[in-house]
């Protein structure tokens, strides 16, 4: 069974950057999708970007331009950065290999 332990996450002013970093381990790596999603505070869970084994990359319209998905098949590991931020962009981020969930990490942006 997969297991993902994310990183990277804190507290960061309105136009910074921060790389959220997502480890698996238990399964082949690279033959699964790679996705991140996030949750803020009496939300819903939604979709931020994926990163297919077959090498698409997709985002939700409202990061487009801001955030970068990556993926190194060899460390297991899949990578977001995170630039521009908005204090909108505040969340609990969760990252989603083969339908196995992160532990999530919580990203703040103060204005």
């Known amino acids: 069974q997969v297991q993902l332990v994310e990183s990277g996450g804190g507290l960061v002013q309105a136009g910074g950057s921060l790389r959220l970093s997502c480890a698996a381990s238990?399964?082949?790596?690279?033959?699964?999708?790679m996705g991140w999603f996030r949750q803020a505070p009496g939300k819903q869970r939604e979709f931020v970007a994926v990163f297919t084994s077959g090498g698409k990359i997709d985002y939700a319209d409202s990061v487009k331009g801001r955030f970068t998905i990556s993926r190194d098949n060899a460390r297991r590991i899949t990578y977001l950065q995170l630039n521009s931020l908005k204090p909108e962009d505040t969340a609990t981020y969760y990252c989603?290999?083969?339908?196995?969930w992160g532990q999530g990490i919580q990203v703040t942006v103060t204005s």
């Open positions: 989603n290999v083969g339908g196995a």
């Open positions: 238990g399964r082949t790596f690279s033959s699964y999708a």
